[in-house]
């Protein structure tokens, strides 16, 4: 049976009625949905198909508005979906159905745990956490609460990043300002999914592209969207320079424990032009400890270069 025969069935059945209004069945709008998504499924990279369109899941279809509505399971999802995505699922949904339908994406919530299929086909219950996680991972979150046994308590000392410690971080840089494209979707699928699981999706994440197509903006929307996310958590953004001149200072004054202290204190660490420690044998020493000990900890580490 077709679309349209599935529809011409239920327009017969209602004829009629003394409203007026033409309606369209649930399970038609349910099946046109499918079709589309797979279609669209086609057209994407599988990690961005799987960051964005995946986890979006039918929810009703409003025949007074000609209306779908459609539900994501957060607002970053959301938001990159209509700016990005909304005309190739209104294409997709005019190629299945010979047919205009506006739609309507919504961020689901604890009144929209309906019955249907998400767009990956599975049915019945909440949204999967396919890219976006509402709730930090039960291992992260327990390390921010423990302090972890590698760490002494963070106020007993200066020289300790402290709970809900944000370094270096620029609050304009975030997901919802970063302009995808074609050349960096991948990036920034993998990114968000760094930020919504830290230490568990793409760890160590590396960034590498030529000068001036984000990378640093990128490192700064990881670090805004946890430090909002989980407050207590423990991030640093800085350059390999920075790294490096604190390094030179602490080695200079006496210091290297304190260094060391506070640097694998850290629950996300962001290193940006990760390049010019070539050839600085000390720093790179350094560093490798320092990564090591935030890695074993399941602690996020994101660097970035253009070489």
């Known amino acids: 049976m077709t679309l349209n025969q599935i529809d011409q069935g239920y327009e017969a059945r209602f004829d009629g009625e003394s409203s007026g209004a033409r309606t369209i069945e649930p399970a038609f709008t349910q099946d046109l949905w499918e079709r589309a998504v797979g279609r669209l499924k086609g057209a994407f ?19 007074s508005k000609n209306e779908i509505r459609i539900l994501a399971p957060s607002n970053l999802v959301k938001n990159h979906v209509q700016q990005n995505y909304a005309a190739r699922i209104l294409n997709a949904l005019r190629e299945e159905s010979q047919r205009e339908f506006e739609v309507k ?3 689901a919530d604890a009144g929209n745990t309906i019955s249907g299929n998400t767009a990956g086909g599975e049915k019945g219950s909440v949204i999967p956490p396919v890219v976006v996680v509402k709730k930090p991972s039960s291992s992260f979150v327990s390390g921010l609460q423990s302090g972890r046994a590698r760490q002494a308590k963070p106020s007993a000392s200066p020289s300790f990043f402290r709970p809900g410690e944000a370094t270096g ?21 993998a ?11 793409y760890n160590p994440l590396f960034i590498y592209g030529g000068v001036g197509l984000g990378k640093t903006h990128i490192l700064h929307a990881i670090g805004n969207s946890v ?30 424990d304190e260094f060391k202290q506070r640097m694998r204190s850290l629950d996300v660490l962001l290193i940006d032009d990760i390049q010019f420690m070539c050839g600085k044998e000390r720093t790179q ?11 074993d900890a399941k602690c996020q580490i994101v660097l970035t270069s253009d070489k």
């Open 45 to 63: 990279d599988s990690q961005v198909f799987g960051a964005y369109l995946k986890p979006l899941r039918f929810s009703s279809f409003d025949g």
């Open 105 to 107: 994406i919504e961020v």
């Open 169 to 189: 971080l620029n609050p304009k840089y975030t997901f919802e300002n970063f302009i995808v494209g074609n050349s960096n979707q991948f990036c920034h699928a």
């Open 191 to 201: 990114a968000m999914r760094v930020a919504e699981r830290p230490g568990h999706s």
């Open 285 to 295: 020493e350094e560093f490798f400890h320092t990564f090591n000990t935030l890695y």
């Open 227 to 256: 430090h909002a996310r989980i407050p207590k958590a423990r991030i640093a953004y800085m350059s390999s320079e920075t790294f490096t001149n604190e390094l030179i200072q602490s080695l200079r004054n006496a210091k290297m």
